[in-house]
């Protein structure tokens, strides 16, 4: 028999059959060696994944309290029934304390994945590096109502995403007040009957009023500027209130939210996100609010402030990123429907919510009024220093107690605008 020659059972295979043959083999232990190693990694990939999913966690703080926290609770229940494998961690900080606690705990890489904060605390927080600054393609910015756009811009830079805003409206006592007056005019007659009125003073609280006489806040330029006429014009109307025994006003609002919610008071002129608070002392029965009294021809123009969600700077890539997508989830349309009917406290910051009245009469007047607000841009509040803030209820209380003009009053106020959009412009 040659050599090269192989026998099985009397069949013989020739050596170049069998180099074939071996070829063969080869081939089919290679690729199931390959196989193995495929099938090994994939199941080593899984299990990482799956290992990864089940240790996802968010932590996140914010200050909603009665309603609004038990609400804010559901909607990132909602987010954990469609995704169980990440666990949120919901922390409860006074919102005096959380930006400085904010910026405390960042600096030893600790802190909140996702925080909820006024749109003024952004200064701070950006400043001390604290914060994600993000960028146009993690946010779609025509979700949002334009007027929250200017309060999350700080030198061109995006460093929260809105999600809701707070106006000042008109409180009232339903079993006091039948009517709830529509006008200026209305409400000092009333306030002639007996009818008592709370109104929080200052100058930044009571520009409301302003929009009532026509004013504006805001030259063709865009730079900030006080209409001098229109508040001259309202300064002296308060000057005559002031002097009315019914109509209260003072920088105490704790004070005068007291005193409303013990009926010493039938009206308030309250901020929409205390409505939680006073719905745990008062009833559907007793709680009204209605819009902010017009003027002849012209309605309030209350001043508006954006809640913002922020994110630790120090968080992972991968937690920033699940951070992101919860924000998302949110401000999308359904979800700030739900928070705004719900809360009957918070106005949405979404574009697209519409809220009708039958759903609620409450959070239909917030937003009707919030439409009427005006929203000071963050980078002209970075500007205005302590003092500036300090000066304006100077001229204030000096012309509410006869000690000063309210057109040279007007004058000063605008004086210190024009020293803050110079220095604005030299940055």
């Not at 439409?371 to 100077?394: E, S, T």
Request: proline share 3%; with cysteine; glycine share 4%.
């Amino acid at each position: 028999m040659d050599f090269y020659s192989f026998c099985i059972s009397g069949n013989c295979l020739t050596r170049k059959t069998l180099l074939i043959f071996i070829s063969m083999l080869k081939k089919i232990l290679k690729n199931f060696v390959l196989i193995l190693v495929f099938l090994l990694s994939s199941c080593a990939k899984s299990e990482t994944n799956i290992t990864d999913k089940l240790n996802q966690k968010l932590l996140i703080w914010h200050s909603f309290i009665g309603n609004d926290a038990q609400i804010f609770n559901e909607l990132l229940t909602s987010y954990q029934t469609l995704y169980p494998q990440i666990q949120i961690i919901n922390e409860y900080v006074n919102n005096d304390q959380i930006t400085n606690k904010f910026i405390e705990d960042s600096k030893l890489g600790l802190g909140p994945d996702l925080a909820l904060v006024e749109f003024s605390s952004l200064i701070d927080l950006s400043k001390h590096k604290s914060i994600l600054e993000l960028q146009p393609n993690d946010i779609n910015l025509t979700r949002y109502l334009p007027i929250t756009l200017n309060q999350i811009y700080l030198k061109n830079k995006i460093y929260a995403i809105p999600f809701s805003i707070k106006v000042r409206v008109l409180c009232y006592n339903k079993n006091h007040i039948k009517q709830p007056a529509k006008s200026l005019s209305e409400l000092v007659e009333q306030a002639k009957q007996g009818r008592v009125v709370g109104m929080t003073s200052s100058y930044i609280n009571t520009l409301w009023g302003v929009g009532n006489f026509g004013g504006r806040f805001f030259n063709d330029k865009g730079h900030l500027y006080l209409s001098e006429r229109a508040w001259s014009q309202w300064m002296n109307w308060l000057k005559i209130v002031n002097s009315e025994s019914t109509i209260i006003l003072s920088e105490d609002k704790e004070l005068l939210r007291k005193a409303f919610i013990d009926h010493k008071i039938d009206y308030y002129t309250c901020e929409s996100t205390e409505i939680s608070a006073l719905k745990v002392h008062l009833s559907e029965e007793e709680l009204g609010v209605t819009f902010l009294p017009k003027g002849k021809q012209n309605v309030a123009s209350p001043i508006i402030y954006t809640q913002t969600i922020v994110f630790n700077y120090v968080s992972s890539p991968k937690q920033q990123k699940l951070a992101l997508d919860l924000s998302n989830f949110l401000t999308n349309t359904e979800n700030q429907q739900l928070w705004a009917i719900q809360t009957e406290s918070q106005i949405p910051a979404n574009v697209n919510v519409k809220i009708d009245r039958r759903l609620s009469e409450i959070e239909y007047i917030l937003y009707q009024q919030s439409k009427h607000g005006v929203a000071i841009p963050l980078d002209l509040i970075i500007n205005m220093k302590p003092d500036d803030f300090a000066k304006q209820d100077y001229f204030y209380n000096r012309v509410l107690f006869g000690e000063m003009s309210p057109m040279n009053a007007a004058a000063q106020i605008n004086k210190i605008h024009k020293l803050v959009q110079t220095n604005n412009n030299q940055e």
